[in-house]
């Protein structure tokens, strides 16, 4: 149960190339969940609105702009980690300028949707996948 646990709001993104490929970003070494293959995006910041929050992690952390009207809400993740409720949004964006780099994983991979389970993934990440899946 997170009763009594801090909530933490998360944004993240399925980023969907022209090939129909999807994002994935290894979370580094010295970070929680290191080694973790996961979707993109970061804590949003007291005051800002998610929307805000991810289009701002997505330049920091892989150098691409992206118009607030590419951002589709899809579906929730709710987990109990072991000090906190993280709560995260997931967005699917097909369209965006600039070319994606590393600026802050270990390593970035775009796999086709059925790939996904190969990858091991935060808690919160994984029942996101069956719904790309299925979507995708
Ligand atoms: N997750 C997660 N899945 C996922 C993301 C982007 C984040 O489970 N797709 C978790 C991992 C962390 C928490 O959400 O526990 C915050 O992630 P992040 O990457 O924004 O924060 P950290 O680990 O960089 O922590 P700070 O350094 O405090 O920002």
Redesign the pocket.
């Known amino acids: 149960m997170s009763e009594g646990l801090p909530t ?1 709001l ?1 944004v ?1 993104v399925a980023l969907v190339d022209a090939d129909g490929r999807v994002l994935i970003a290894q ?1 580094p070494e010295g ?3 290191a080694g973790l293959w ?6 949003v910041e007291a005051g800002e609105r998610p929307e805000a929050a991810l289009i701002r992690e997505l330049r920091e952390e892989l150098g691409i702009d992206v118009a607030e009207a590419c951002l589709a809400p899809f579906v929730f993740a709710s ?1 109990a ?1 072991d000090s906190f409720h ?1 709560l ?1 949004p997931l967005y699917l964006c097909r369209r965006w300028s600039g070319v994606v780099r590393n600026r802050e994983h270990a390593a970035l991979k775009w796999v086709r949707p059925n790939q996904l389970a190969d990858f091991p993934m ?1 808690p ?2 994984e029942p996101l996948v069956a719904w790309l899946r299925d979507l995708l």
């Open positions: 933490v998360v993240a979370r970070k929680q969940l996961e979707f993109p995006g970061g804590k987990h980690y993280l995260m935060p919160a990440d």
